[in-house]
């Protein structure tokens, strides 16, 4: 019954949101901290959770340690919620009888990572909303407010402008298709998200997406703070640099970079430098690499980590602030264009109705 339980909570991650695991990693590492046992903290946690599926592996979790596992065998049986990077440190803290430091490492790693998740949704959520109103809009007008005009100028029998002309075109070429449009472009969402899941269209995404104008150099640089950030956690955690590595790739969350990492590993098992076997791959930037070397020429390979990441980290949140700024009254004029655009082509005929009834 518990591995069948193991399973579902483990099939289960979408569930389980990062704030309910930063949260619950957080109040595990004060505990433990202040001397209560593992199995005690998991019951306390397991009862003052509120979602259910996370109080289900808190539980499921608290009832292998009873039975014997360690905390990181327990956890490794919920692979989904928790992922490597957590289970990898949980077994390392374990080792060498630092647990409570490691779990707050990983609090502070998670909340690093959930409060940039919460800065780029925020930055993503205003132009997303304003294109979506505008689609709307547009749509509403072209086949309800246009075909009304449409009809009072056919009465005119006269030849009406050439924007508004198109417009009509336009409006009547919607009206007729729009039932075959919506479903087509719903189709098209629906087939690009799965192409997107796939090897070839994965990485065609993600070689794509660091390169695109604006948004580009804010997704590589998620990327690499992610990437410095894990790193610096696991090596301050203990844990060998080849397995280092190997788990930073499949954490990594771009597939170009993962190749990058597996192939620097490569090189390191041959005898490389860690800032030399980047330095070969164009998506880890030089000053990446130039405070990397000075990580190993110093032996404070953790701090130069730490210290990319914070700096990525605040070079992010300033592009997004500046970038909120810079796209407001842009998709402001976008929607004046849009809007304006349609009642200029629809109100021509009436500005020029003195002369449509000269003639």
Request: proline share 4%; with cysteine; glycine share 8%.
């Amino acid at each position: 019954v518990q591995e069948k339980a193991a399973k579902r909570s483990a099939t289960q991650r979408g569930k389980v949101a990062l704030q309910d695991l930063v949260i619950f990693t957080r109040q595990l590492a004060t505990m433990i901290d202040a001397g209560v046992a593992v199995v005690q903290c998991l019951q306390a946690l397991a009862d003052q959770t509120p979602n259910k599926v996370m109080r289900e592996v808190i539980r499921n979790v608290c009832s292998r340690v009873e039975s014997g596992d360690s905390f990181s065998e327990a956890l490794a049986r919920h692979s989904k919620v928790f992922g490597r990077l957590y289970i990898r440190m949980v077994a390392a803290g374990e080792k060498g009888g630092l647990l409570a430091e490691i779990l707050a490492r990983l609090a502070t790693y998670l909340e690093n990572t959930a409060r940039l998740r919460r800065k780029v949704k925020s930055a993503m959520m205003y132009p997303a909303g304003v294109v979506i109103v505008a689609i709307g809009i547009t749509i509403f007008l072209l086949t309800n407010v246009v075909p009304v005009f449409a009809e009072c100028y056919k009465g005119l029998g006269a030849e009406l402008p050439g924007p508004t002309q198109v417009l009509i075109s336009i409006s009547h070429f919607l009206q007729r298709w729009v039932f075959y449009i919506l479903p087509a472009a719903a189709a098209a969402v629906y087939g690009s998200f799965h192409y997107v899941k796939t090897p070839a269209g994965l990485e065609l995404w993600d070689r794509t997406r660091i390169r695109l104008p604006i948004f580009g150099p804010i997704a590589h640089k998620i990327c690499l703070a992610r990437f410095a950030r894990t790193l610096a956690s696991l090596l301050r955690s203990g844990v060998p640099i080849l397995e280092v590595l190997n788990i930073v790739a499949s954490t990594s969350g771009n597939v170009i970079m993962e190749r990058a990492v597996k192939v620097a590993a490569s090189d390191i098992e041959k005898g490389g430098s860690l800032s030399g076997a980047l330095s070969k791959h164009p998506i880890f930037p030089p000053m990446m690499i130039r405070m990397l070397t000075a990580g190993e020429q110093t032996g404070k390979m953790e701090n130069m980590l730490e210290k990319v990441s914070d700096f990525l980290d605040d070079e992010i949140e300033t592009t997004l602030s500046g970038l909120s700024s810079l796209i407001e009254p842009i998709l402001i004029v976008f929607l004046g264009i849009v809007i304006g655009g349609i009642a200029i082509c629809m109100f021509l005929p009436i500005f020029k109705l003195p002369t449509i009834v000269n003639k």
